[in-house]
């Protein structure tokens, strides 16, 4: 392998690292959220979000990084599997734990983002009761608000 391929491979690898860094982040804001949501803490909302935001920024310019890197190597819109079975045993060896780590923080940020959006639903719809009875609306057995109000749909589009 030549000097600017290993080059390349080096900050291909080190992409990865961060975007696994970046997705472990966005995961434990996520488990945060998710506490916060379920100790009914919902003042610290606005932090989780806005360090979210800034967070998925990062993760959408490493995800650039990554395309060109790999376009560089040869593996322009190949999966992390076509990439291992592509690359040469050494480069495969250096990347598959990578890969893994990954994958499993990928994971780990589907899962915490599932539970994080369901208890917000929760405490968004527990929020759009208390709003209905004191505002005169109503609900059904099920708990469906009956209400047109600004501030269900502000709370709503915020938060779901």
């Known amino acids: ?3 600017t391929t290993q080059e390349s491979l080096e900050e291909f690898a080190s992409v990865i690292r ?3 860094g970046t997705a472990e ?3 434990r804001i996520e488990e945060e959220k998710a506490s916060a949501a379920t100790d009914k803490r919902h003042y610290l909302m606005d932090s989780f979000i806005q360090e979210e935001q800034a967070a998925i920024l990062k993760l959408r310019g490493l995800e ?4 060109r890197l790999a376009d560089a190597l040869g593996w322009k819109s190949l999966t ?5 079975e592509k690359a040469d045993s050494g480069q495969g060896a250096y990347l598959s734990p ?3 780590d990954l994958e499993r923080q990928l994971k780990r940020l589907k899962s915490a983002r599932d539970a994080s959006e369901k208890i917000l639903g929760t405490r968004i719809h527990e929020l759009e009761i ?3 009875r004191k505002q005169g609306g109503s609900y059904d057995n099920t708990g469906n608000v ?3 109000s600004p501030l269900h749909s502000k709370l709503h589009n915020r938060y779901v």
């Not at 650039?64 to 395309?67: H, K």
């Not at 992390?80 to 291992?84: E, K, M, P, S, V």
Request: without cysteine; charged residues 20%; hydrophobic residues 55%.
């Open 25 to 27: 982040n966005i995961a």
């Open 18 to 20: 961060e975007l696994t």
């Open 98 to 100: 990578l890969f893994l």
């Open 80 to 84: 992390f599997r076509q990439i291992l």
């Open 130 to 132: 208390a709003i209905a």
């Open 146 to 148: 009956t209400l047109d």
């Open 1 to 3: 392998m030549d000097h």
């Open 64 to 67: 650039q990084r990554r395309m």
